[in-house]
């Protein structure tokens, strides 16, 4: 399969449209299925430093920043939300909400670590290359879980339907999966220097691709 970018329903409808907030409610689910948000925290514990500022690109409704609340604060690290949606009603006061595009956003430099989750499958490759380039010479550490691009991940959409999935988030399944990641590539789009950067990639057996690159 060559990667395709496609639009997805959720990006194209206003966030309080019904179907737009059905969409998100199936998001939870497949997060839940495919571990996403275990995994990041599984990652990310023995790599957090006191004091760290953790940023998330695509955050969506907080869910991921409530999840790993008690592991920021036993660190003392702070975490701020990036996505064009406008701020959850449960992020926290004192955490900073940006609403800006990331293909707009140009202040990576001030983060140590990098968090994404179901959200590099939606840039094109000239935009993770952007986006690479933005990161500065802080950041020290990238998780990212995103759909592996993998034929069989495919046909299980289509029954997902019988555990009340609906059409479009089945769609935007699809569309993901065929915009997602294998091997090396977001090492490789990202244009993460080798001399610089280590990287490591691993597919659950439920579709997805976990990449984590730590700076030498």
């Not at 701020?80 to 202040?107: C, H, K, Y």
């Not at 479009?168 to 294998?182: E, K, N, T």
Request: proline share 6%.
């Amino acid at each position: 399969m060559r990667r395709t970018v496609q639009p997805e329903f959720l990006d194209l409808l206003p966030e309080d449209h019904p179907v737009a907030r059905a969409n998100r409610r199936d998001l939870v689910f497949f997060n839940r299925i495919m571990g996403n948000e275990t995994w990041i925290h599984r990652a990310l514990a023995p790599a957090l430093r006191r004091g760290d500022r953790v940023l998330e690109i695509g955050a969506g409704d907080g869910r991921l920043r409530r999840f790993l609340a008690p592991l920021l604060d036993a660190h003392g690290a702070s975490m701020d939300g990036l996505d064009v949606r406008s701020r959850p009603a449960e992020w926290p006061p004192d955490a900073t909400w940006i609403q800006e595009r990331i293909q707009d956003f140009d202040r990576f430099g001030g983060y140590d670590i990098l968090l994404a989750a179901l959200i590099l499958h939606q840039l094109h490759d000239d935009e993770l290359g952007a986006l690479g380039a933005n990161l500065g010479g802080r950041c020290r550490l990238i998780l990212a879980t995103e759909p592996a691009r993998r034929s069989r991940f495919l046909w299980p959409i289509g029954a997902a339907g019988l555990l009340g999935i609906r059409p479009p988030s089945r769609h935007d399944a699809r569309v993901s999966i065929a915009a997602g990641f294998r091997n090396d590539e977001i090492a490789r789009l990202l244009k993460l220097p080798s001399s610089c950067w280590a990287w490591h990639v691993e597919e659950g057996r439920l579709g997805s691709h976990r990449f984590t690159a730590r700076r030498r």
